[in-house]
């Protein structure tokens, strides 16, 4: 008999008749034997609604926030043990006050410190299935707190990490995680196996599948994460600890994200503390920047670029051209219609020449490479938008990534 | 300085915008120098449709509707004490099982029965705002409970009774309690005061401004209740014990309801028992029988009549059907198109002639009295239905109501 913990998303939960869905995937993982722990986000929209009241009323943050915020997992946990009952499955739903899921007194922003286990275990042992709100805690005071936007998966790898679970299973819209975006290229195949390291740039990259907060919870507790369907019976991706298995392959996937802006000082004058003088104001600002290339500096100039979310470009641009007028750049550029192109693969510690096949293929196709950036286990390039589908398309089949000796059959 | 209970019904925080007129009006009694406890119901529409989700579910009662059912009232709470931070001044919500407010386990029904007003007095001597959500309480395993609809009234009056409050204000969308239905007869006038007895009658015989229940917990606690509007600065009616004063009038107000029906059960054998066998099915089925006249008995036979809601007609109509046939009753007759018309007043204690010139006064316009049922400060009677407005109009101008020495301009 395994402890499982299931996570499912809004749109899992949409409506009662999803819900009822949501119910008989539970009931058929408890009556195979297994002790259940479910963890549900708010129904899709409603937290969308609860922070449109709260921004009418004049807040985006804080504790009354997470009064109001809080009551949207609430709701689905209520209805989904009423549902579970109504099966007649013992089923009993549980608050983050009363798990208790302890956290620091960051409201709308919480972490975690600390779960306690007896409650849901003892209601386990009694035969129960026990429905849990993500996204939600309580402080050392008793006071509501919220984990902030995505919080629930979190909340589920949390729980699994403290309950000693044997898998974590996160049901969300997607039936796993892709090598690449299948909407761009048929050829994407859904990964078996992924290493936490690798799902962690994939999802800091815009696969937009798991959190990347709960993936580095994961990783920490070594909690195994099942990604997969609620609308499908599809077996999904297992996040785990790399294995051998795994250094087969350089390249696990090729991710792109289109919604970024770059923005060029020109001919900055190369003194120590310019980067602190540029980017100063950006994170004061709470814009967070992304890639950031300075290179050799030519006649005690040098030129800086860096790349912004869409949505802070406007006011990225204004910050950085005040900045670079003070510092006598010679001109501050910017382009918006560029993207980010990833390939991310753990193999490649192992492997040299990913890189250059990456610019080879490129090349190849006449795609011009903008800007550069490595990490460990990715290699990110900025080119022109309007060459991302092609980019991808020619990525994915120089890696082979369409091919694999584990065959959807198999699952 | 004073502490003051106010309680803001579901319309008064109907949105946004409503929420921040309660805020302006709880902000006007802090500043002038009195501690404020807040009590809110859920957003108008809000109940209905977490009651509608539960249903969907499958449940109308129980532990687990009660989970999703309290989030109404806690949207409200935040939302408020977000507004008025924003005004600049320190406000605090707390839900059932902060301050706590401790229920039984009756889950969907639960009965106050214990509340700690610690918590309360500490933050209101640190200068804050409580804000408090009605409806809602915790038992004593730490669940979360409801009153039931129509709580919010009662967590009023428990808190304002509990922190030895001076006085709770029930804002609410009409003025206060009138001598009759204003729509009815443009001489009603609004009551400067009224006695728990009077607003007892007044209210289960449906004039619906108090909830039955607050008013007994405030007769039992002796707390001065004001009932008044939220949208006008109109000072409402105080509902407080009886004392010299309204001794004056005879009668304080007169009340309608044309939501009744009567059935009658003709010529059943007058042996013991047969209310009994008549009426346990009925209570059985949850139907709430109101009025019951029993005459004396001619030959060993007996009539047997009594009022039901237009709701329940149906079913109470086969359940005595079913009844009367057993006891070999002649016949069971019922009349939909009835309206029962009530004249309260504590002062009938003491009055003699109050019923003979209700019946008196109907009489002279040829309205012929079907049934009728005395309390102590209260005279009902059964009359047919189209006669309700002329009824209604004559009674209040035959007691005297519309004329007063008590001015509004005083107020």
Do not use: W
């Not at 309580?138 to 919080?151: E, F, I, K, S, Y």
């Not at 589920?156 to 403290?162: C, E, N, P, R």
């Not at 050829?187 to 580095?216: F, H, N, P, W």
């Amino acid at each position: 008999m395994a402890l499982i913990v299931q996570k499912f998303g809004g749109t899992s939960v949409g409506t009662v008749e999803k819900i009822k869905n949501v119910a008989s995937r539970v009931t058929a993982t408890k009556q195979a034997g297994n002790d259940v722990v479910v963890v549900l986000s708010a129904m899709s929209g409603e937290t969308n609604r609860l922070v449109g009241l709260a921004k009418e009323a004049g807040a985006s943050s804080g504790r009354e926030y997470d009064v109001v915020l809080s009551t949207g997992e609430q709701v689905s946990i209520g209805l989904l043990s009423i549902i579970l009952q109504g099966m007649g499955h013992e089923a009993l739903s549980m608050l983050g006050s009363r798990v208790p899921i302890r956290t620091n007194a960051h409201f709308s922003a919480a972490k975690i410190e600390n779960i306690g286990k007896e409650n849901i275990l003892n209601a386990c042992k009694d035969g129960k299935i026990v429905v849990v709100p993500g996204f939600q805690g309580v402080d050392a005071q008793g006071n509501t707190t919220t984990l902030g936007r995505g919080g629930s998966d979190t909340t589920a790898v949390a729980l699994a990490a403290a309950l000693e679970a044997d898998l974590c299973e996160i049901y969300t819209d997607v039936e796993g995680v892709f090598t690449t975006d299948p909407s761009i290229c048929s050829d994407a195949r859904k990964m078996e196996k992924i290493s936490y390291d690798e799902m962690l740039e994939m999802a800091s990259l815009g696969a937009k599948v798991l959190q990347t907060r709960s993936v580095q919870f994961a990783r920490r507790f070594n909690v195994p994460l099942m990604v997969r369907s609620s609308f499908t019976e599809t077996i999904g991706t297992l996040v785990c600890k790399e294995d051998e298995d795994m250094e087969r392959a350089a390249v696990s996937g090729v991710t792109y994200n289109k919604k970024e802006a770059k923005i060029s000082v020109v001919r900055v004058p190369d003194r120590p503390g310019v980067a602190v003088k540029l980017f100063k104001p950006l994170s004061e600002a709470g814009i967070n920047v992304d890639m950031i290339v300075q290179n050799i500096s030519h006649e005690g100039h040098t030129d800086m670029t860096f790349t912004v979310t869409d949505d802070d470009y406007e006011e990225a641009f204004a910050l950085v051209k005040e900045t670079a007028d003070a510092l006598e750049a010679h001109d501050v550029i910017a382009d918006q219609e560029i993207a980010k192109l990833s390939i991310v693969g753990a193999g490649m510690k192992t492997h040299a020449g990913v890189a250059t096949k990456m610019f080879e293929t490129l090349s190849e196709e006449g795609i011009n490479v903008q800007m550069i950036s490595t990490s460990e286990i990715k290699v990110s390039v900025v080119i022109d938008e309007k060459y991302t589908e092609l980019a991808v398309r020619v990525l994915h089949d120089a890696f082979g990534l369409a091919d694999s000796d584990v065959k959807e059959e198999e699952y």
